[in-house]
């Protein structure tokens, strides 16, 4: 092969590996949130329940007790404290439930968290269906404040027999807006 070949080939080799290059980025920006957003919901993966309007029914299943318990965590290197203000609660499909978390942010300075909930077993994740809940939004937070963040829920009536126990858990992050001075 002389020089002249050489150098074409290596052009072409070149272009190749930026336009696979320029696939990729597209296909991680273009292609994959969406994919990622569409395996959440189908399979309620990191804690996405059914967004669907729902309502309480007239009727609640009064003979069927579900018990819900709260696990909470905070990310390794986040300065809260976080925790369920009750560690379980019996409930009857159908029915509207108010539970409550504390969380303290323990630095001086203000911070941005967000709370990533998961509901298991995975057969329950369409009939927990969070109302209200703080994990929707991310919460910021004055230094050293301690508040109270609210959650509202039903367990939808058509829950599947065999599971009689929904475990609801929050992990809470510090985000990347936190450290930043902020007016409330």
């Not at 001086?108 to 990533?116: C, G, I, N, Y």
Request: aromatic letters at 12%; a negative charge; one cysteine or more.
């Amino acid at each position: 092969m002389n020089d002249h070949q050489s150098k074409i080939s290596n052009r072409a080799l070149t272009a190749r590996l930026l336009l696979f290059a320029v696939g990729m980025f597209a296909f991680g920006f273009l292609v994959l949130p969406p994919l990622y957003d569409v395996f959440c919901d189908i399979t309620g993966f990191g804690g996405r329940t059914n967004a669907t309007a729902v309502t309480a029914t007239e009727r609640p299943d009064e003979t069927r007790t579900i018990r819900i318990e709260f696990v909470t965590t905070v990310n390794e290197y986040a300065p809260w404290s976080f925790a369920a203000d009750v560690d379980s609660m019996q409930v009857h499909p159908g029915k509207m439930y108010f539970a409550t978390f504390s969380a303290t942010n323990r630095s001086d300075q203000s911070l941005t968290s967000q709370a990533v909930p998961s509901v298991s077993p995975v057969s329950a994740n369409e009939h927990f269906k969070k109302i209200e809940c703080f994990c929707f939004t991310s919460q910021e937070f004055a230094a050293n404040e301690t508040r109270t963040l609210p959650l509202q829920f039903i367990v939808d009536p058509d829950l599947p027999e065999y599971v009689d126990t929904i475990t609801l858990s929050y992990t809470l992050f510090k985000t990347e807006n936190s450290y930043v001075s902020r007016t409330r």
